[in-house]
């Protein structure tokens, strides 16, 4: 395509005194005032001296309250530390003293309170005719049964019953607990436990006393040995043993005996500090809260 030459007009640059035009919105704004966070402070302290007047102060009552019992709650999960660390050190001496071995010429004349939380060793035969089960008991978040199986004692009458491990709810049938049987003959090796009686925590009156023998059952809320005796042929020792997992190894063998039967604080101090925390943020929160500038807020209300 041609280009006329005798047509077309060159451009024509601006003249040297003439400043050059920018348009108003690449204008560069005033620098921001930098925060003052003494007046901040000064202006939040005046605004809390209405929090003790008028209906502010039915509130801060309120919230001083509920303050008063998160801490209150705080110091109740403290002391329940440590009541249980007392309870674990007496434990620990208990379990710290040698296996006493039960035999039949020692069980009846043994004292269930110095069995207590300490290892037993018992030799003697399986009635897996007799066993019962434990019922709400957990496993990692599952919830089954507790395999109690009396072990009759070598060269006697007397019988003491072992909880073997947990078994989940969908594995206690009849074939089922035929499949845990593990020989005729076993020696045991626990911590002993001294037997409850189950608690009325209702304000009922204690049923009467039963006579005549109790129906058969197969599982129980509690180790209730006396309940249990009513069923069983021969004697059982007033109580029982717990069986736990070598240390350091693990199995999945049913029953599955307890892996950890150490003791720890439990979940009393994460609960302490949890209390004391809610109160602290009920505290910050609501001063925050009462006190924050709300005159920019109504000024652009009032502006709208």
Do not use: C
């Not at 041609?2 to 919105?25: G, K, L, Q, S, V």
């Not at 925590?201 to 006396?226: E, H, N, R």
Request: charged residues 20%; glycine residues 8%.
């Amino acid at each position: 395509m041609a280009i006329d030459n005798e047509t077309a007009a060159p451009a024509t640059p601006p003249a040297a005194d003439e400043a050059p035009a920018f348009p108003d919105a690449l204008d560069y704004p005033e620098p921001a005032t930098p925060f003052d966070w003494r007046a901040a402070l000064a202006g939040r302290w005046q605004r809390s001296k209405k929090l003790v007047r008028g209906w502010w102060l039915l509130a801060t009552v309120v919230v001083l309250i509920g303050m008063a019992i998160m801490v209150g709650l705080g110091y109740w999960q403290m002391g329940r530390l440590y009541d249980r660390r007392h309870v674990n050190a007496l434990i620990e001496q208990r379990r710290a003293q040698p296996p006493l071995t039960i035999v039949a010429a020692n069980a009846r004349a043994l004292d269930p309170a110095e069995t207590s939380d300490r290892q037993l060793t018992i030799s003697g035969t399986w009635d897996y005719a007799n066993e019962v089960l434990l019922r709400n008991q957990a496993y990692y978040g599952s919830t089954g049964y507790d395999l109690l199986t009396p072990l009759r004692i070598d060269g006697g009458d007397t019988a003491i019953l072992v909880d073997r491990g947990w078994i989940p709810y969908d594995k206690a049938t009849p074939a089922d607990l035929a499949n845990y049987r593990r020989g005729d003959r076993g020696t045991v090796t626990g911590y002993g436990h001294v037997a409850t009686p189950p608690q009325n925590w209702g304000s009922m009156p204690a049923p009467p006393a039963v006579t005549a023998p109790a129906p058969p059952q197969d599982a129980y809320f509690t180790v209730d040995l006396a309940a249990i005796q009513r069923r069983m042929p021969y004697q059982l020792l007033p109580f029982w043993v717990q069986v736990g997992a070598p240390t350091g190894q693990a199995t999945q063998a049913l029953p599955i005996p307890d892996e950890d039967l150490t003791l720890d604080d439990g979940p009393h101090f994460g609960y302490m500090i949890q209390w004391w925390a809610f109160a602290l943020i009920l505290l910050v929160g609501y001063i925050a809260m009462a006190t924050q500038d709300t005159s920019r807020w109504r000024r652009a209300q009032d502006g709208d």
